[in-house]
T-cell receptor, first 117, second 113 residues
Framework: AQSVTQPDIHITVSEGASLELRCNYS??????LFWYVQSPGQGLQLLLK??????LVQGIKGFEAEFKRSQSSFNLRKPSVHWSDAAEYFC???????????????FGQGTILTVHP | AAGVIQSPRHLIKEKRETATLKCYPI?????VYWYQQGPGQDPQFLIS???????DKGSIPDRFSAQQFSDYHSELNMSSLELGDSALYFC????????????FGPGTRLTVT
């Protein structure tokens, strides 16, 4: 069964500081990996995705993530955080590990990011 | 750019009532997914449809049913509502059931009293 672990429930950083949110996955085949961001009471916005190829992927809002197969990780990074980045971040895995569709996403528990001025 | 539309945005029902949630995917998207997000929880996959056929099923209660129509919009029907059904229900759409990203709607917040 596929699963995602986000070890950090809550992270606090100062505005302008760098950020790394951790994500570890468990998947029986080639994973497709995603990071979504959610503001309170809002929908999920896709930040970036990894399907194949270059293991360092760039996303919107200055975010990037690196896929490391040996560590089963897909950590999200940003060099300089802005106050508007405060939100909850979800890592998700999808794919086709013998199932009937690629589409089903399994999400991690989420990491709440607080940004101090 | 057009996004996924969900209606209603908020819904209040009493126990044992029924509810119908609607989802209108992004134009030319043929695959729809439903997720349930309880308070403080991560989204949980319920069910998906591709070309009007059910393509995958997750932890969807038997009291719930869903379908996708010829115009690709989808409806999630929930009967005999329970307090535990109170949650945010998301619809997402994508172009295929292959490795394509899913775009999420704003969600329907269902409150069961």
């Amino acid at each position: 069964a596929q699963s995602v672990t986000q070890p950090d429930i809550h992270i606090t950083v100062s505005e302008g500081a760098s950020l790394e949110l951790r994500c570890n996955y468990s998947y029986g085949a080639t994973p497709y990996l995603f990071w979504y961001v959610q503001s309170p009471g809002q929908g999920l916005q896709l930040l970036l995705k990894y399907f194949s190829g270059d293991t360092l992927v760039q996303g919107i809002k200055g975010f990037e993530a690196e896929f490391k197969r040996s560590q089963s990780s897909f950590n999200l990074r940003k060099p300089s955080v802005h106050w508007s980045d405060a939100a909850e971040y979800f890592c998700a895995v999808g794919g086709n590990a013998g199932g009937t569709s690629y589409g089903k996403l399994t999400f991690g528990q989420g990491t709440i990011l607080t940004v101090h001025p | 750019a057009a996004g996924v539309i969900q209606s209603p945005r908020h819904l209040i029902k009493e126990k044992r009532e029924t509810a119908t949630l609607k989802c209108y995917p992004i134009p030319r998207h043929d695959t729809v997914y439903w997720y349930q997000q309880g308070p403080g929880q991560d989204p949980q996959f319920l069910i998906s449809f591709y070309e009007k056929m059910q393509s995958d099923k997750g932890s969807i209660p038997d009291r719930f049913s869903a379908q996708q129509f010829s115009d690709y919009h989808s409806e999630l029907n929930m009967s005999s509502l329970e307090l535990g059904d109170s949650a945010l229900y998301f619809c997402a759409s994508s172009t295929t059931t292959g490795p394509a990203e899913q775009y999420f709607g704003p969600g329907t917040r269902l409150t069961v009293t």
